[in-house]
């Protein structure tokens, strides 16, 4: 089982291009229709009907269509304006068809029941008023000079008005239900989609909070930890201490466990913005993750982790604070429930950076990979734990990278992090 999160898709972009896109569909069968609704009527029953103005008519919807597959094709944003303006043409068109075919005595009159019901569920409230309008007025000019239908002798105009009419309402049942349920289905997803940018939008108010939080923790923290390495230093340099191997051993490594935490804190800082007079550090990919794995190594297990670099040729890259930091977490994670054994591996796939980290421990249960990348959402059991993944999946989101992460088959989980070189290239000239 795999968890995968990526950026949620713009919503009512994609929402009035797919409903253009079945407006188009709809219109294809119109046009198909009418084709065969006046070769049936002029060919093979004999009646006498206009038919250049009619295929006119036709051509012209096709020719709206062709241009509307363009435009959809380009990735055009479709406001309510354009549905309504789309809605109205093919108000207007079937008005002029009826007119040239007997008017409002013809039985595919009904057909405007459509643009309706379309409108109704398609456009804003003024807007769908406006396609009722529209009809209405159609109708009214329809019961002005029609051009009346000259029916062959012996032809009984009842039974033709009562054969168009259920063929009519055959066609409205079914398009209205296809239809329908597609443009329902639009709508849902759209609403889907907002409601994942309020999710996002929540977390990043979140994680506001919680970078000012840290922020203020590591200005706290930068003073007693100097204080800290002003005594240790003043320790180790003490020509009575300094007699004393075993104390001079401990001094070393609280030496080094200081330098540490002041790094941290440092990160957290140029995160956050805060490190003055500290330019962006120019790298390449391979050794920004050398990096990142030999700082873990001096104050982790350092048999524990093993790098398999598959990255092929190097890039030159602008190292970013945050994602280092996010990655160490996930190396942290890994090593807490697999002392024994992490494999971080580094791959090139196309033009993306592909980072996994595995580890031999328990694995995530179903919970854990559905609630993947949500805030305190931790196996730990401890308070206000749960924050790595979710940091992890918000850094890569705003460098347009995933996460993603699943249990293997052999036993541990994989954490897997896709990201765009582009996101961290370096675009500057060289010295």
Known sequence: ????????????????????????????????????TVGVVHFGLGIDLPLLQLLMSIATLAALNIASHMLIASGMHFTNGALTAALLFDVVALTVQLHLSGGITNPFAALFLLHVVLGAVLL?????????????VALA??????????LPPGMDPA????????????????????????????????????AAIRQRAAEEDHIVRMGLLASGAAHE??????????LIGDWRGDATLAKIAELQDDLADMDAAVRRCKAI????LMSAGEARGVAPEVTSMRAFLTDILSAWRQGGPPDALYFDDRFGDDVAIVADPALRQVIANV?????????????????????????????DGPGFDPGMLDDFGRPYRSTKGRAGGGLGLFLLVNVLRKLGGTASAA???GGGALVRIDLPLDALAWRGEAA
């Open 265 to 268: 804190v440092s990160g957290i």
């Open 141 to 150: 000019l329809l019961t002005i000079a029609p051009r009346p239908l000259a």
């Open 124 to 136: 804003r409230a003024s807007s769908a008023w406006g396609i009722v309008a529209a009809t209405l």
């Open 407 to 409: 249990n293997r088959a």
């Open 331 to 359: 190396i942290d994670n890994a090593v807490e429930v697999s002392p024994e054994w992490v494999a971080v591996t580094a791959a090139r796939e196309g033009d993306r950076l592909v980072l996994e980290i595995a580890d």
């Open 1 to 36: 089982m795999t968890t995968i999160l990526a950026p949620p898709a713009p919503p009512e972009a994609d929402a009035g291009r797919r409903n253009m896109a079945l407006l188009t569909q709809l219109r294809w069968l119109a046009v198909g229709g009418q084709l065969v």
């Open 221 to 230: 923290l930068g003073t007693p930890l100097a204080s800290l390495a002003v």
């Open 159 to 194: 039974t033709l008005d009562l054969v168009g009419g259920l063929i009519c309402f055959v066609l409205v049942a079914v398009l209205l239900v296809v239809f329908i349920t597609r443009i329902a289905g639009n709508l849902s997803q759209r609403d889907a989609a907002l």
